[in-house]
């Protein structure tokens, strides 16, 4: 089966700007998370997607960022400004109903703020 | 509030040598434990996972983890590392109460030299 795919693999941009990114979990499965993964941490959840509703985006900025999910399928994150310390590797990652407690991971986006 | 700590940031190893990365988690109910490793400029990976059971979980490609409650440890180790094993470990834990919210670590950087 296909993977997580993340697009793009890498971005920069300056402090103010918009950025956006794109997520198409495994074909199939409902669950759906944003990470946020800051050099030398480990990911932290942003979002998280039941189908086309949000289950829990209790640690999302939401002065700045957004993120949808409205046909329940692929999903996008921006971020709007951005600053510096927004700099990271965002991960997408999916979970399906025949493997419920595994999480698969896209490859991430890297974004660099300058 | 659950919370996961990897006690050692870089773990230096030579080849075919015994490693053990560390992992202590917190939390008030039942739990369940991962660890992923992320190969550079890829995302995270399951290694292997404790659900239930045997307390003892074994991946594929020879590493072992041990869940011990009174603890609340969840060590990875390897009896004999290669080279190919140089990536980021991350332990994570999830609250067995619903849900899909996983907690990680800030991962071990194991690097094996020759």
């Known amino acids: 089966e296909a993977g997580v795919a993340q697009s793009p693999r890498y971005k920069i941009i300056e402090k103010r700007q918009s950025v956006a990114f794109w997520c198409n979990p495994i074909?199939?499965?409902?669950?759906l998370y944003w990470y946020q993964q800051i050099l030398g941490q480990g990911p932290k959840l942003l979002i998280q997607f039941q189908n086309n509703g949000v289950v829990d985006d209790s640690q999302l900025p939401k002065d700045r960022f957004s993120a949808e999910r409205l046909k329940g399928v692929d999903s996008t994150l921006k971020i709007q400004p951005a600053k510096l310390e927004d700099s990271a590797v965002y991960l997408c990652?999916?979970?399906?109903?025949?493997?419920?407690?595994?999480?698969?991971f896209g490859p991430g986006t890297r974004l660099t703020v300058l | 509030a659950q919370s996961v700590t990897q006690l050692d940031s870089q773990v230096p190893v030579f080849e075919e040598a015994p490693v053990e990365l560390r992992c202590n988690y917190s939390?008030?109910?039942?739990?369940?434990l991962f660890w992923y490793v992320q190969y550079p400029n890829q995302g995270l990976q399951l290694l292997l996972k404790y659900l239930s059971g045997s307390t003892l979980v074994e991946s594929i490609n020879g590493f072992e983890a041990e869940f011990n409650k009174s603890q609340t440890s969840f060590h990875l180790r390897k009896p004999s590392v290669h080279i190919s094993d140089t990536a980021e470990y991350f332990c994570a834990v999830r609250e067995n109460t619903g849900g899909f919210k996983t907690i990680f670590g800030a991962g071990t950087r194991l690097f094996v030299k020759a």
């Open positions: 990652a999916s979970i399906g109903q025949e493997r419920p407690n595994e999480q698969f």
């Open positions: 939390s008030s109910v039942s739990v369940y």
């Open positions: 074909s199939g499965h409902a669950t």
